[in-house]
């Protein structure tokens, strides 16, 4: 039977461990398509235009912004972060399973629109650990490295609205858990209904 596309949406404070999650997930299931979002932020060491993120300038994500050009955006840490209408439409439309890593505020306005889409948050195991792990990481410093920790806090709060709630202590675990969530949210009431209304003589 061929079913549609899903929407997944993974959120959680900087440094909990998504993109680690993110990375993982998609070696063991090739078929899920991953959303690049627009940013103002700077690219990292190592990060490439068009496959990590599309990197504007502030004036060109305004414009995008302003012409309806995002599903959802939102301004984190500092900086602007957005996901196209266009790519979110063409992938779905190639009934693809789609993984949004985005923040709660964006997280919110994509329920809005979708509501069957599938929310997961990623907790650290505990607040010592998600410290380390931005500090390891090495990415940030300085003022950004705290508004980075400052806003966990606010983030950790609006996870009792999820869905599913992955705590990434051990990486492997974590990844098997959100693989067999992903596969999971293919078997809901609402996905499967509508493929089976005749058999069923559902209008
Ligand atoms: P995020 O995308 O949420 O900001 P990252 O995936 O960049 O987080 O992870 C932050 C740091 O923590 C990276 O150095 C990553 O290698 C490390 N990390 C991620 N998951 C784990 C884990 N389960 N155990 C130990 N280190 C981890
Ligand atoms: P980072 O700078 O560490 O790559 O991302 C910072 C935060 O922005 C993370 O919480 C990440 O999930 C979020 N983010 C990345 N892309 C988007 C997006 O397109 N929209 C929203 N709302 N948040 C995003």
Request: net charge negative.
């Amino acid at each position: 039977m061929q079913s549609s596309g899903q929407l997944f949406v993974l959120s959680g404070p900087s440094g909990v461990g998504k993109s680690s999650l993110r990375e993982n997930v998609r070696k063991k299931l090739p078929r899920l398509a991953y959303s690049i979002s627009h940013t103002t932020r700077p690219p990292r060491h190592g990060e490439r235009e068009g496959r990590d993120y599309h990197f504007v300038s502030e004036e060109t994500f305004l414009t995008m912004r302003q012409g309806g050009s995002f599903v959802e955006w939102a301004f984190v840490h500092g900086n602007y972060y957005g996901t196209s209408a266009d790519q979110l439409e063409l992938q779905r439309r190639r009934a693809e399973d789609v993984l949004l890593e985005i923040d709660v505020q964006g997280a919110r306005q994509v329920k809005m629109r979708f509501p069957h889409a599938c929310f997961i948050f990623v907790l650290p195991p505990d607040r010592e650990t998600l410290k380390e792990r931005l500090l390891k990481r090495g990415t940030e410093e300085g003022d950004d490295l705290e508004t980075r920790l400052e806003n966990a806090m606010g983030e950790l709060l609006e996870a009792s609205w999820y869905d599913y709630l992955v705590v990434n202590d051990d990486l492997d675990e974590a990844v098997e858990a959100l693989k067999t969530i992903i596969l999971a949210a293919h078997y809901q009431r609402e996905v499967v209904l509508p493929q089976v209304k005749d058999l069923l003589h559902l209008e």
